[in-house]
């Protein structure tokens, strides 16, 4: 009867301690994850957003190189925007070591008023210079943006009558036109003719490379130029083709299009201008 007893006991010490083994498990488990926590909650179309990631896993997660980050904009989903060009971190690496915190800052792109988020794809067990594979993706807290309204009525007026374009812009603005191209500060407009009047898409393809631009997608732009038809041309992929992808706008009479080249800076006043913008028609 002693014997039973004893092991009676033995059953239930056993039973316990794998009940508590599972539970710590599942807890190790809960935390293999990432902490994505924004510097505010309300930002500016175009400003800065500083971040910090806390790798909660026990080994190394790494980004991709060229896009460590999407942003996601909610309508009644939750949508990323399409970039046509690589989106990074501004410094510190691309990879994180096991239970290590790292702060990074972004420049945000032009985008509409409302909530976002940041949407995160990591390599788990990764190291700098493994081609990176998605493994799980993480998200941030909810923030809004919100778009800077800037007065332009007493802002100077630039008259191209060589390209058949205009647009205002404040004082220090540094212009210089050569050939079909127009640097504004650190960004850039290059004006096309479109003798044969055609639709945006038909023009892309007439004009450019099919080969090197087969995998183009055209989608509504979140920078606006003018009150024109203005399309992002892009795959969101950095391995996908489409050379001569980026933002594009045509003319009401379809006699001239316009693709806008990104510089590095934040958008700020050069969002502005582009409101202005206008081709003389």
């Known amino acids: 009867m002693k014997k039973y007893l004893i092991l009676f006991f033995l059953i239930i010490f056993v039973v316990i301690l794998l009940i508590g083994w599972m539970g710590w498990k599942g807890y190790q488990l809960q935390k293999r994850d990432l902490s994505i926590v924004t510097d505010k909650t309300e930002y500016e179309s175009g400003g800065i957003l500083k971040v910090k990631i806390k790798n909660n896993f026990g080994e ?69 210079e493994d081609t990176f594979k998605e493994d799980a993706r993480f998200y941030s807290n909810e923030f809004t943006i919100k778009e800077e309204k800037v007065e332009t009525a007493n802002w100077k007026t630039y008259a191209s009558t060589n390209l058949g374009v205009s647009f ?62 203005a399309n992002l041309i892009s795959t969101g992929s950095a391995e996908e083709a489409c050379d001569n992808g980026g933002y594009y706008a045509i003319s009401h009479t379809n006699s001239s299009v316009v693709k806008v080249i990104l510089g590095h800076d934040p958008l700020g006043d050069f969002s502005q201008i582009l409101s202005t913008f206008r081709f003389l028609e």
């Open 60 to 128: 190394n997660i790494c980004f991709s190189s060229c896009y460590p980050y999407l942003l996601e904009n909610k309508n009644e989903n939750w949508e990323s925007y399409k970039y046509a060009e690589c989106q990074k971190f501004n410094g510190n690496g691309s990879c994180i070591e096991a239970r290590k915190e790292k702060a990074f800052e972004l420049t945000l792109p032009e985008a509409p008023e409302g909530l976002h988020r940041l949407a995160i794809p990591v390599c788990i067990g990764c190291q700098n």
């Open 168 to 229: 205002k812009y404040p004082d220090g603005t540094k212009i210089i036109e050569e050939n079909d191209f127009i640097q504004i500060n650190n960004w850039e407009i290059k004006v096309y003719k479109n003798e044969n009047k055609k639709p945006l898409k038909e023009w892309f393809e007439s004009v450019f490379d099919r080969a090197r631009n087969s995998q183009c997608e055209f989608m509504e732009s979140n920078i606006k130029v003018g009150d024109y038809q």
